[in-house]
């Protein structure tokens, strides 16, 4: 029998929360009583939202839609990425009248998050799917509240079968606890932007390792007299993390930040800044800012902003971009999650709709209009793509040669933002002594992982 979820499941996953039994399943508190429910004021279960009074038997695969779906997709996509979305999306539609698919847009990450957050303790008022960070959705994992996608995948009616398959990074970076919950979506990586007219006046090849970039920062910096910073990194805690992983160690809850790896990744950016060849984004949020001032010479960011840097650049000097300094790359993003309170024929629907998007042409034009990177190989290496008005396409295949993801575990989000925390606190303490301020940061990392 196909679980069903309603206000008293609910409730007693509200109660597991607070209670830390995270490895207690739904079914476990089905005994609460209607007394609590009622005290909750939560309704009694019936029509898992279908309107129809019965729920909906989601335990085979639908492979035939014969009557009009509709199905809701939460997303954080604006401007030119909402405009690209929304063309796929009536394509999609226009190709297949029989499913309705309703964008629903969230404004901004934090206000997605925040929404999925605030709607699971009531499935029925959850989307078919949403875009989503997996790290978010790892208690909804727990909870069996997610489709494991891969069955869909393997249908031999409506799987994949012949269309090109995404690539294997990506699609093992939507995975949760082991299972493809996740198809991956709007995604990037990080890339050296440069001002290419700036490193020809002081005579600066594009660096290619980290060492490159410190020599080439520390050159511009007392050449320009300190009007002008080499360098910076946009994400703190992707740079704190892609350093770690180069060096070999995976960021997790064993993680030590007082190891000798720990120290030399931290120093590395702690020495720069403090010798003013190297910078934070600060108030400015992104160093694209000063990078389009040319206060800044280069800085490492999200390929998705490409489009920022070219419009700030434009008769102004000539930028360009290069695989960032380092061998192994993170790769970033969100991806789509479909939730189980679904029905079958509102999963089917979804699934065609993500194996659409997914699709090479789909991925072209996605990938050419939003500046996210194609998740499928052949876009990747195509003329087409590389061959587009911007210049990340060019030097996608270089700086994402070999990638990897942030491992999802419990409180891995919350942890990975705290990185991210403590690495402003270190940088804006550059006066202070960098192991007492490491060791400071411990504890607030381990309360991160355990809380």
């Not at 911007?390 to 491992?407: C, D, G, H, I, Q």
Request: charged share 25%; aromatic share 10%; proline share 4%.
């Amino acid at each position: 029998m196909v679980k069903e979820y309603c206000p008293l499941v609910a409730a007693a996953l509200y109660y597991k929360k607070m209670l830390g039994e995270r490895q207690m399943k739904l079914k476990r508190f089905a005994t609460l009583t209607l007394a609590t429910a009622a005290t909750l004021s939560l309704a009694a279960c019936g029509n898992n939202g279908k309107g129809d009074g019965e729920s909906s038997d989601a335990g085979e695969i639908v492979t035939e839609l014969k009557d009009d779906t509709t199905i809701t997709f939460w997303h954080a996509m604006n401007g030119a990425q909402e405009e690209a979305l929304t063309k796929l999306t009536d394509d999609f539609m226009a190709d297949n009248p029989t499913i309705k698919v309703e964008l629903q847009n969230q404004s901004s990450y934090g206000d997605l998050q925040a929404k999925i957050n605030s709607t699971l303790p009531s499935p029925n008022d959850l989307p078919t799917i949403s875009q989503a960070y997996p790290g978010w959705l790892w208690n909804a994992a727990e909870d069996e509240m997610l489709v494991d996608l891969k069955p869909y995948i393997d249908d031999e009616t409506i799987g994949w079968q012949d269309q090109e398959a995404i690539r294997q990074p990506l699609l093992d970076g939507a995975k949760i606890d082991g299972t493809q919950y996740g198809i991956p979506f709007n995604k990037s990586t990080e890339m050296l932007f440069y001002n290419a007219d700036m490193l020809n006046e002081y005579d600066v090849e594009v660096p290619t390792t980290m060492e490159e970039l410190k020599e080439a920062s520390q050159k511009i910096y007392e050449e320009s007299d300190g009007k002008v910073v080499g360098a910076g990194f946009d994400s703190l805690n992707n740079y704190y993390t892609i350093g770690m992983e180069n060096k070999g160690v995976e960021f997790g809850e064993d993680l030590d930040l007082e190891s000798d790896e720990s120290k030399e990744v931290i120093n590395y950016y702690f020495e720069g800044i403090k010798e003013g060849y190297f910078r934070v984004a600060g108030s400015d949020q992104y160093l694209s800012t000063p990078f389009a001032n040319e206060q800044v010479a280069m800085f490492v960011g999200s390929t998705a902003g490409e489009g920022y840097v070219a419009k700030d650049a434009e008769g102004k000097y000539e930028y360009g971009t290069a695989p960032r300094p380092e061998a192994i790359n993170i790769q970033q993003g969100t991806d789509v999650y479909m939730f189980d309170s679904a029905s079958s024929e509102e999963r089917t629907a979804a699934f065609l709709y993500l194996k659409y998007l997914s699709a090479p042409d789909s991925q072209l034009e996605w990938a050419v209009q939003t500046g996210y990177m194609p998740i499928v190989e052949s876009v990747l290496t195509s003329d087409e793509y590389k061959n587009s008005d911007m210049k990340v396409p060019a030097t996608s295949e270089a700086a994402t040669k070999e990638l990897f993801s942030v491992p999802v575990a419990e409180n891995s989000d919350s942890a990975y933002n705290e990185i991210r925390v403590i690495m402003e606190n270190i940088f804006a303490n550059t006066d202070k002594d960098l192991n007492s301020l490491i060791k400071d940061s411990k504890p607030s990392l381990e309360n991160a992982w355990n809380q």
